[in-house]
């Protein structure tokens, strides 16, 4: 089976996040996907937003101290299997 990596960069973006994975869960089909998030620092309420998909195993998590979205991609593409 093929195995797609969606990568989200993400600073401060609790608001919008769920909205941005919910996408992705809806439009792959009879395809593996991998969605990594990687949080760059956020100050607002990004990880507890996430939790669920983070219990679920729906998303991979990882928070890195503020270096800017670059590092962040850079980071979840060192990530991805997919």
């Not at 401060?12 to 593996?32: K, R, T």
């Not at 956020?42 to 679920?56: C, E, M």
């Amino acid at each position: 089976m093929v195995v797609v990596s969606v990568i989200i960069p993400t600073f401060n973006y609790a608001n919008f996040i769920c909205y941005a994975i919910e996408s992705v869960l809806e439009q792959v089909h009879n395809v593996e996907v991998e969605i990594i998030v990687v949080d760059d620092g956020s100050t607002d309420d990004t990880k507890n937003v996430l939790k669920p998909f983070i219990a679920s195993g729906k998303i991979k998590y990882f928070y890195q101290s503020n270096n800017g979205k670059a590092s962040a991609t850079s980071f979840a593409i060192e990530q991805c299997s997919g």
